[in-house]
Nanobody, 116 residues
Framework: QVQLVESGGGLAQPGGSLRLSCAAS????????MAWYRQAPGKQRDLVAR???????HYADFVRGRFTISRDNAKNTVYLQMNSLEFEDTAVYYC??????????WGQGTQVTVSS
């Protein structure tokens, strides 16, 4: 079973930036579409962005133009560059397969807090 480890979260000010990383234990992740999700307290887990094996990307409307998803197959890692952060971006961020029918076990996530 693929294990996913998210990192890079922290405290940022509005308008600031953070870069999240998702390191996978197996290279098979390079052959599937991967995604970043986020879950704020009391809310459902939402898709933030996804990337295909061919690096085609898709973004949720609420992050389009601010966040960039990318992947480094040599490192079995998916990234999320977050710019122009807003208070509403505060959440725990997770990575996983983009295909909900074939999810790996969820990692622990990484907390992003946007506060002044």
């Amino acid at each position: 079973q693929v294990q996913l480890v998210e990192s890079g979260g922290g405290l940022a000010q509005p308008g600031g930036s953070l870069r999240l990383s998702c390191a996978a234990s197996e290279s098979k992740v390079n052959d599937v579409s991967m995604a970043w999700y986020r879950q704020a307290p009391g809310k459902q887990r939402d898709l933030v962005a996804r990337i295909t094996p061919g690096n085609i990307t898709h973004y949720a409307d609420f992050v389009r133009g601010r966040f960039t998803i990318s992947r480094d197959n040599a490192k079995n890692t998916v990234y999320l560059q977050m710019n122009s952060l807003e208070f509403e971006d505060t959440a725990v961020y997770y990575c996983n397969r983009a295909n909900l029918a074939g999810l790996y076990s969820w990692g622990q996530g990484t907390q992003v807090t946007v506060s002044s």
